[in-house]
């Protein structure tokens, strides 16, 4: 089968003006080297990639996802658009991207639309080849990861061929809510053939290579990260990693909205713990938690747990009086039978609040 670039080449040698296919995205796959007659959006596309969100908009408006032959677009100065050709390539019902030509002042000729009909014909076998690809490379990642996360190690080398990466180097694993648009935006905003995915009920699981800036690249939230790996065998534990962070995410929001293990600190311990438990909050925590100034006597004895017992720096954290502060934490006392001044009653207060918040959250599906 023809090479798309080549299939470019020939056209624009064929009728001697500019030629370019864009994915039905409107994201370049292929462009010609004639330089005459481009304008201001060919020159941006060609740069990026990328059509610009403005031009997007006016395209949207044209209705070109639904025509079925060449439709003359006019030219736009407020774009920077020049008059141009735009030829729908579809296989079938299915739309796979556009086939343009710059027009300018020159009207298209007879036999130049005949051309870029054969053209067109070439384009939509070359798309659609990769589009049957694509699905299959997607089934087989598919099949290999969900293989691979319920401990089936003996397929890493066979994702790795799929995926084309190394079977060594550097890999995350992300765990959050979302659906394929979700991880598509992700590949999107980073080098797509670096992301890896699995949705199942409305969970994701992401595999990314080279994950520097990973958590930042995120547009979710009640997600986790894992630690960075080196072996791509080693995607199971990252994925329990990830897991954890989210359930942490979910339970304690300064944490996230996208938590990264390496981050957690002490509530990756507890976390762990309490997924092999569920253990509930002790007797004098959940005393507290249903007393009818609850809210405000849980902020108030974890604002002073979070800040090491300092009751200064816990109420000016608060925003409260620090009178106030010691009131509520006698009421505490009064109300649970801890003495806060003792380091085990502090440190079973401590773990008390956060089996609580854990115990509120919904549990994050398991690898297995």
């Known amino acids: 089968?023809?090479?798309?670039?080549?299939?470019?080449?020939?056209?624009?040698?064929?009728?001697?003006?500019?030629?370019?296919?864009?994915?039905?995205?409107?994201r370049l796959l292929a462009h010609s080297a004639q330089p005459d007659e481009a304008d201001a959006v060919r020159r941006s596309s060609i740069l990026t990639r990328e059509?610009?969100?403005?031009?997007?908009?006016?395209?949207?408006?044209?209705?070109?996802?639904?025509?079925?032959?060449?439709?003359?677009?006019?030219r736009n100065d407020d774009l920077g658009?020049?008059?141009?050709?735009?030829?729908?390539?579809?296989?079938?019902?299915?739309?796979?991207?556009?086939?343009?030509?710059?027009?300018?002042?020159?009207?298209?000729?007879?036999?130049?639309?005949?051309?870029?009909?054969?053209?067109?014909?070439e384009v939509a076998a070359n798309l659609w080849a990769r589009h049957r690809a694509a699905d299959d490379r997607l089934r087989r990642t598919?099949?290999?990861?969900?293989?691979?996360?319920?401990?089936?190690r003996d397929v890493t080398p066979d994702l790795a061929a799929t995926l084309r990466w190394p079977a060594q180097g550097s890999f995350a694993v992300v765990v959050c809510a979302g659906d394929e648009a979700v991880a598509e935006k992700l590949r999107r905003s980073r080098a797509a053939h670096?992301?890896?995915?699995?949705?199942?009920g409305g969970t994701l699981t992401i595999l990314a290579r080279d994950p520097a800036r990973l958590k930042d690249s995120l547009n979710v939230r009640n997600g986790g990260v894992s630690s960075s790996f080196t072996q791509l065998e080693d995607a199971p534990?990252?994925?329990?990693?990830?897991?954890?962070?989210?359930?942490?995410?979910?339970?304690?929001?300064?944490?996230?909205?996208v938590a990264a293990y390496d981050e957690l600190g002490s509530w990756a311990l507890i976390a762990e713990l309490w997924t092999r438990t569920h253990a509930p909050p002790p007797a004098q925590i959940q005393l507290l938690a249903t007393h009818r100034r609850g809210d405000q006597l849980l902020?108030?004895?974890?604002?002073?747990?979070?800040?090491?017992?300092?009751?200064?720096?816990?109420?000016k954290a608060l925003s409260m009086h620090r009178a106030t502060l010691y009131r509520r934490l006698e009421r505490i006392e009064e109300v649970t039978g801890l003495d806060l001044a003792k380091g085990d009653d502090r440190l079973l207060a401590h773990l008390g609040l956060r089996l609580l918040r854990l115990n509120a959250t919904t549990v994050a599906p398991s690898p297995r």
Not at 194 to 200: I, R, W
Not at 299 to 315: F, I, K, N, R, S
Request: charged share 30%; net charge negative; aromatic share 4%.
């Open 237 to 257: 534990v990252a994925r329990e990693q990830a897991l954890i962070a989210a359930l942490c995410a979910r339970a304690q929001p300064t944490l996230g909205p």
């Open 299 to 315: 902020e108030a004895l974890e604002g002073l747990l979070e800040h090491g017992g300092d009751v200064a720096d816990a109420a």
């Open 142 to 152: 598919r099949e290999h990861l969900t293989a691979l996360f319920h401990g089936r």
């Open 51 to 74: 059509t610009s969100p403005d031009v997007v908009a006016w395209l949207d408006g044209l209705g070109l996802q639904r025509a079925r032959d060449l439709v003359d677009v006019p």
């Open 1 to 26: 089968m023809a090479d798309l670039q080549d299939i470019v080449d020939d056209l624009e040698a064929e009728i001697r003006r500019p030629i370019s296919v864009e994915d039905r995205r409107w």
């Open 81 to 121: 658009m020049i008059r141009r050709g735009c030829l729908p390539i579809r296989h079938g019902d299915v739309l796979l991207g556009f086939l343009w030509v710059i027009v300018g002042d020159r009207p298209l000729t007879d036999a130049e639309r005949d051309g870029l009909q054969r053209g067109g014909e």
């Open 194 to 200: 670096d992301v890896a995915y699995l949705e199942d």
